[in-house]
T-cell receptor
């Protein structure tokens, strides 16, 4: 069964706007990660947030984690056409360390 | 793609035939994983390896076997391919921290 559920499934925005996507999960985690997948390519790691962290930044990416609500969000600021991709959250559950469980992903389209 | 190659990149085969996919890494990472990606299911773990000759099952292991005789190679075998195994297969690696995973470019398999 899927540990991570993502919302929305698809998102379409204009270049320059911010994009927010959300991930919910079910069990206690060691960390939560976000990955990007461009069409026809493998997944690329974006950012990892540990269970004792609440917010993390990397360039134009901001990730938050609320362990009480078992949810995370990924914010991409000032989006670019090159950000068009699918974004996946993945959780490393405490009960199953090292084996990531991926959500179904959010497909982001950034229009020039 | 972080020193990970997959072969073949595309394969068409017939139901009932054996198929072997290869993942090769040049990073000397301990952990290797095989996932399949299907619409509506995200990525699901098939098998993983935590060292040479050390492997274990993932979420969707039925119909698949793996072998790891060298650190750099992880083979996924479909003993008798079925149409339900039509998918995109990704290999991933991680170091001893088991945190970030690095993905290969994927293999598109079509079973007719």
């Amino acid at each position: 069964s899927q540990q991570g559920e993502e919302d929305p499934q698809a998102l379409s925005i204009q270049e320059g706007e911010n994009a927010t996507m959300n991930c919910s999960y079910k069990t206690s985690i060691n960390n939560l990660q976000w990955y990007r997948q461009n069409s026809g390519r493998g997944l690329v790691h974006l950012i990892l947030i540990r269970s004792n962290e609440r917010e993390k930044h990397s360039g134009r990416l901001r990730v938050t984690l609320d362990t009480s609500k078992k949810s995370s969000s990924l914010l991409i600021t000032a989006s670019r056409a090159a950000d068009t991709a699918s974004y996946f959250c993945a959780t490393d559950a405490k009960s199953n360390t090292g084996k990531l469980i991926f959500g179904q992903g959010t497909t982001l389209q950034v229009k020039p | 793609d972080a020193g990970i190659t997959q072969s073949p990149r595309h394969k068409v085969t017939e139901t009932g035939t054996p198929v072997t996919l290869r993942c090769h890494q040049t990073e000397n990472h301990r952990y290797m994983y095989w996932y399949r990606q299907d619409p509506g299911h995200g990525l699901r773990l098939i098998h993983y390896s935590y060292g040479v000759k050390d492997t274990d099952k993932g979420e969707v292991s039925d119909g698949y076997s793996v072998s790891r005789s060298k650190t750099e190679d992880f083979l996924l075998t479909l003993e008798s391919a079925t149409s339900s195994q039509t998918s995109v297969y990704f290999c991933a690696i991680s170091d001893s921290s088991q945190e970030t995973q690095y993905f290969g470019p994927g293999t598109r398999l079509l079973v007719l």
